[in-house]
T-cell receptor, first 113, second 111 residues
Framework: EPEVTQTPSHQVTQMGQEVILRCVPI?????FYWYRQILGQKVEFLVSFYNNEISEKSEIFDDQFSVERPDGSNFTLKIRSTKLEDSAMYFCASTEDGDQPQHFGDGTRLSIL | LAKTTQPISMDSYEGQEVNITCSHN???????ITWYQQFPSQGPRFIIQ???TKVTNEVASLFIPADRKSSTLSLPRVSLSDTAVYYC????????????FGTGTRLLVSP
């Protein structure tokens, strides 16, 4: 069964640095998502992306964050000037259309020191 | 702030039926309700999705009342491997539609 893959599995970054989290969605999917899960808390929606533009974003997704689909396969989340509170698991998801269930990757654990 | 609430935890024994309810008062009109299972250090895994009334698949049933302000995931005859956190996911009306995960229910299945 096709999978959403995320790299790296664990990223350690100094506070203030920029980090890019990478995702390869399922190949025929058109809708892409990023979520965040702080340790011990629920999953929180960050942003959705369709047709090469952001379709929705939450209040968490401020100017510090950006997303990009640089080629036909990757979907990236960039976090500029990282803060300690950005430490979390970041999940990517994709779906074939907006009504179908999302398929999630196994996440990138981001640790900000 | 749009909220979806679930019981924090539930305990069950192998072979029992488990029902987990999610309250989503401000759900958007035209979108599906989806339930996911999450194991430690893994991403959420799809269980079931519905819009209204009842949906059943090979692993679960989903009950949605007419007003859609809540939904109940039913797991028949749970096993030890069903120990996980269960989340509902809905679109909420918050001035702009937004995807909101429920607060999550930690299910512990004992022998």
């Amino acid at each position: 069964e096709p999978e959403v893959t995320q790299t790296p599995s664990h990223q350690v970054t100094q506070m203030g640095q920029e980090v890019i989290l990478r995702c390869v969605p399922i190949s025929n999917h058109l809708y892409f998502y990023w979520y965040r899960q702080i340790l011990g808390q629920k999953v929180e929606f960050l942003v959705s992306f369709y047709n090469n533009e952001i379709s929705e974003k939450s209040e968490i997704f401020d100017d510090q964050f950006s997303v990009e689909r640089p080629d036909g396969s990757n979907f990236t989340l960039k976090i500029r000037s990282t803060k300690l509170e950005d430490s979390a698991m970041y999940f990517c998801a994709s779906t074939e259309d907006g009504d179908q269930p999302q398929h999630f990757g196994d996440g990138t654990r981001l640790s900000i020191l | 702030l749009a909220k979806t609430t679930q019981p924090i935890s539930m305990d069950s024994y192998e072979g029992q039926e488990v029902n987990i309810t999610c309250s989503h008062n401000n759900i958007a009109t035209n979108d599906y309700i989806t339930w996911y299972q999450q194991f430690p250090s893994q991403g959420p895994r799809f269980i079931i999705q519905g819009y209204k009334t009842k949906v059943t698949n090979e692993v679960a049933s989903l009950f949605i009342p007419a007003d859609r302000k809540s939904s109940t995931l039913s797991l028949p005859r749970v096993s030890l491997s069903d120990t996980a956190v269960y989340y509902c996911l809905v679109y909420m009306n918050t001035g702009f539609q937004k995807l909101v995960f429920g607060t999550g229910t930690r299910l512990l299945v004992s022998p």
